[in-house]
């Protein structure tokens, strides 16, 4: 699968993003996917994830509350939408999928694929947050 990321940029601190992601070459009966992010310096981390046969998204702590995923099959397209941003949301966001049927869920999926061993990976979007 192919996996291509959009709509990062440089915002200001309160503003608000939506970035897309279009699936390739697969579909989300078949695949669990999310969104990763990577500051300088810091490890990657999954901030939100789906998975195929589970209707509730994971959040990572830091961003619940401000952050929504969506995803629209009829496009192939899921979006993270952020609101407010904050300066520590800057980084590289990437998008991420996986066959479902390895992962037991979404969370199990976004711990793994932080890890970065797995999956097929988007080229990454800059998200930059000025204080």
């Known amino acids: 699968v192919q996996l291509v990321e959009s709509g990062g940029g440089l915002v200001q601190a309160g503003g608000s993003l939506r970035l897309s992601c279009v699936l390739s070459g697969g579909t989300f009966d078949e695949y669990d996917i999310g969104w990763f992010r990577q500051a300088p310096g810091k490890e990657r981390e999954g901030v939100s994830c789906l998975h195929s046969t589970d209707s509730t998204p994971y959040y990572a702590e830091s961003v619940q509350g401000r952050f929504s995923i969506s995803a629209d099959k009829r496009t192939n397209t899921i979006y993270l939408e952020i609101y407010p941003l904050e300066p520590e949301d800057t980084a590289v966001y990437y998008c991420?999928?996986?066959?479902?049927?390895?992962?037991?869920?979404?969370?199990?999926?976004?711990?793994?694929?932080?890890?970065?061993?797995?999956?097929?990976w988007g080229q990454g979007t800059q998200v930059t947050v000025s204080s």
């Open positions: 991420a999928a996986d066959e479902y049927r390895y992962y037991s869920g979404a969370t199990y999926f976004c711990t793994a694929l932080a890890a970065g061993i797995f999956g097929s």
